[in-house]
């Protein structure tokens, strides 16, 4: 363990939400954007969109679903 951080608000995890994404994404978009990557990246994209920030879609680019910026 390097370092600790304390989430007290839910609007303090849009730090994990990249601005230089666009309205809608993919993973592997956000995972570079983010420099999160792996199971971290599907982690971080999970709270996100517990907390409303981020909705997965039924649309898709190429075989990847796309999230989009709520």
Known sequence: LIDEKVYKT????LEFLPDSLGDSFTASEYMKASGIRSYGGY???KILS???FVEKSEEKRGRSFLYNKK
């Open 10 to 13: 839910s609007t303090d995890y």
């Open 43 to 45: 982690a971080a994209l």
């Open 50 to 52: 517990h907390f409303g």
